[in-house]
């Protein structure tokens, strides 16, 4: 974790995940309603080229489709028992081995955020096909991610849930790499054309739906740094061997093999679909990517052209307004080390005697509000550099007290919360209609609709766009109704 001002510099002018602008454009376009058949094709064209660029990686799954479930069964086997050794490590006194600070966990949640933000839409377009009961395995598991309609588990609104806790946003700001967005764009561009990429969505979902080591180290973490891990624990249950979302995934392989035709090359683009699970940056790639100190100024740069002009003058750093300082973002650096130089900041102390976080926090603090709660957590847990590794909230009781504590966890929380009567956990929300603008007119507009033109508009609500909204929880509740016994 970076403590000093000139070693954030540092890491801020080194080389960065690439950006550039189609990746994310597609993701977008894919995201937001329904695409246009140009808009489809361009995805397809994108598949493609994916497929061509994972041919040469070694696959993970059997070479027969026959021997799936022992596969499965070695791989969970596998995952327990390195499970088990973190956990012998962690209670043996080891450090965490994700996330060193809160900061890094929130940062970890935000990087991730467009792979989450999309979730299990590869799956979207077997919906209209829901009469094939060998699809049916298929769109059971859809459903599902959907959360069967019930807001408190429907992964995706869960997870919007999640970043709006910790002041995180949901809409995107231009920050984030592009790479960030590659494997969330593969899984729309498999959701809008499922018809020429059937093998693929099988096997991508073959190999995305087993359980991962840092699924359970990641749920794990979270909780002990007092962060909600309910999202990912959701994915650890539904994701089981035995009968969830990983058995039921080789159980669909062995369905749909092709009894007419040629069920080897089916089975090979099956193996090819799997090995786009992988595509993009990986879970603990984005956690070995975080750099704080690069954090700040990332943060400082996006503040730069608001905060310009609403500075009075007397106030000066180095000889020069702060305004000055705000007229051009790329002197965040330079500024950052001039607040260090002058005293403003001090790297490696508890965050309460920097006189810049006294701006942003406390009684009459002339900058409150101006920090979102998850740029705050990143400055807070930067001024303490080393000891931010306890996991303190930036707005948690005693934050003047430097003596090491173990701090509770969000399970123990949320169990004092419950005796209290306060109700941290997540609950079933109200069966009645939400307050929502879009409500009414799709029910009217339902009324009118008939036969395939309703299961039609149903599924159209239930894309990945627009499935957690109050309009698409209660077109799942229908179509599991009166569309898929």
């Known amino acids: 974790m970076s403590s000093s001002p000139a070693l954030a510099t540092r890491h801020a002018n080194a080389p960065r995940l690439r950006r550039s602008s189609a990746p994310r454009a597609l993701y977008h376009a894919l995201q937001h309603g329904s695409p246009d058949a140009d808009t489809r094709t361009r995805a397809a064209h ?5 497929l061509l660029e994972s041919a040469s990686r070694p696959g993970d799954l059997p070479e027969t489709p026959q021997d799936l479930h022992a596969w499965r069964d070695a791989g969970a086997a596998r995952v327990a028992r390195d499970y088990a050794a973190y956990l012998a490590e962690r209670q043996d006194g080891g450090a965490r081995r994700y996330f060193s600070s809160r900061a890094h966990a929130l940062h970890f949640l935000r990087a991730v955020a467009p792979t989450k933000l999309v979730d299990g839409s590869w799956l979207y377009g077997l919906a209209e096909h829901a009469a094939n009961v060998r699809l049916a395995p298929l769109v059971t598991t859809y459903l599902e991610e959907l959360g069967d309609g019930a807001a408190d588990k429907n992964h995706v609104l869960l997870y919007r849930r999640l970043l709006a806790q910790h002041g995180i946003a949901t809409e995107d700001d231009g920050s984030l790499p592009d790479a960030l967005y590659e494997q969330g764009l593969i899984q729309l561009c498999l959701a809008w054309n499922a018809a020429d990429f059937l093998p693929e969505v099988i096997g991508f979902n073959l190999a995305y739906e087993q359980l991962p080591l840092h699924l ?3 749920s794990y973490e979270l909780n002990e740094l007092g962060i909600d891990p309910y999202y990912f624990t959701l994915h650890v249950t539904v994701d089981n061997g035995h009968s969830g979302h990983a058995r039921q995934a080789c159980d669909a392989v062995l369905g749909l093999l092709p009894r007419h035709g040629d069920p080897d090359a089916f089975w090979q683009r099956v193996r090819a679909g799997a090995r786009l699970a992988d595509a993009g940056v990986g879970t ?4 070995a990517d975080f750099d704080i100190g690069a954090e700040v100024l990332r943060i400082l740069q996006a503040k730069a052209p608001a905060g310009h002009g609403a500075h009075s003058n007397y106030c000066r750093v180095a000889g020069r307004s702060v305004n000055d300082w705000l007229a051009d ?8 080390q001039a607040l260090a130089d002058a005293g403003w900041v001090r790297p490696g102390a508890p965050a309460h005697q920097s006189r810049f976080w006294q701006l ?28 931010a ?3 303190q909230a930036w707005d948690e009781r005693g934050a003047a007290n430097q003596t090491p504590r173990r701090r509770p966890s969000f399970r123990a929380l949320a169990r004092a919360a419950k005796a209290r009567g306060a109700g941290v956990t997540p609950q079933a929300d ?3 209609t939400p307050l929502d603008p879009d409500v009414p007119a799709f029910e009217e507009a339902l009324r009118t609709l008939q036969g395939a033109e309703r299961r039609a508009a149903l599924v159209r609500a239930m894309g990945p766009g627009e499935h957690w909204t109050p309009v698409g929880l209660r077109a ?5 109704r009166e569309c898929f016994l």
């Open 329 to 336: 973002p790329q002197q965040m650096p330079a500024f950052l």
């Open 284 to 287: 603990t790639q984005v956690i």
């Open 216 to 218: 359970l180290i990641t």
């Open 46 to 50: 994108y598949l493609r080229r994916k």
């Open 476 to 480: 799942t509740q229908l179509f599991r």
């Open 360 to 387: 942003l926090q406390g009684e009459h603090a002339e900058m409150f509000g101006v920090f979102s709660p998850y740029e705050l957590q990143v400055i807070h847990d930067w001024l303490r550099g080393e000891d």
């Open 430 to 432: 109200s069966v009645r």
């Open 389 to 391: 590794a306890d996991g």
